[in-house]
């Protein structure tokens, strides 16, 4: 079974500044994807970051990039120039094919409330 | 192109009612899932559907039941709700497990609260 562990139930950054968000996770699949969803307070849930775990190359996107330990299974998320906007519920999640080969479902951990400060 | 597009946002039901939930998925997305959130357990997999068949099934009582339509838009029913089924409950669509994407966008969920 998948588990995804987010040890950082809240965090706070100023305006312009760098946080890091940790999640670690466990799974005994070799082909799997991790992921870092945003909930902001309107409760829409937007991908931020995908990263398969095949590829060694930590992905990007903008301000958004992870740090992919793959032998630790860790799998942080740094948001570089924090936004006011960037204000949300967190979620780090991995999938992985089921047996049938057939299946993208989610398992989340808990989230990390993040508050960007101006 | 439209998102994903939950009905109703909102409802409160009273304990031993029913509730359907419907869920469109975005044009072209054929696997639509549905979670449940809450505070305490925070979000939880129920089901998986594609193709008008279900994929996988999360850790829920026999209460908690789906189908996908032909066109794949997905109802959830819950029957028989209890005070522990106010939830917000997410839908999310994708291409499909065979698409190789891997990417499900959710929608702005329904809200039930049970009296």
């Known amino acids: 079974a998948q588990t995804v562990t987010q040890s950082q139930p809240e965090m706070s950054v100023q305006e312009a500044e760098t946080v890091t968000l940790s999640c670690t996770y466990d799974t005994s699949e070799n082909n799997y994807y991790l992921f870092w969803y945003k909930q902001p307070p309107s409760r829409q849930m937007i991908l931020v970051i995908r990263q398969e775990a095949y590829k060694q190359q930590n992905a990007t996107e903008n301000r958004f990039s992870v740090n992919f330990q793959k032998a630790a299974k860790s799998f942080s998320l740094k948001i570089s120039d924090s936004q006011l906007g960037d204000t949300a519920m967190y979620f780090c999640?991995?999938?992985?094919?089921?047996?049938?080969?057939?299946?993208?479902?989610?398992?989340f951990g808990k989230g990390t409330k993040l508050t960007v400060n101006p | 192109k439209a998102g994903v597009t939950q009905t109703p946002r909102y409802l409160i039901k009273t304990r031993g009612q029913q509730v359907t939930l419907s869920c469109s998925p975005i044009s072209g997305h054929r696997s639509v899932s549905w979670y449940q959130q809450t505070p305490g357990q925070g979000l939880q997999f129920l089901f998986e559907y594609f193709s008008e068949t279900q994929r996988n099934k999360g850790n829920f009582p026999g209460r908690f039941s789906g189908r996908q339509f032909s066109n794949s838009r997905s109802e959830m029913n819950v029957s028989t709700l209890e005070l522990g089924d106010s939830a917000l409950y997410l839908c999310a669509s994708s291409l499909g497990p065979f698409s190789g994407a891997n990417v499900l966008t959710f929608g702005a969920g329904s809200r039930l609260t049970v009296l």
């Open positions: 999640a991995s999938s992985s094919q089921n047996s049938q080969g057939g299946s993208e479902k989610l398992v």
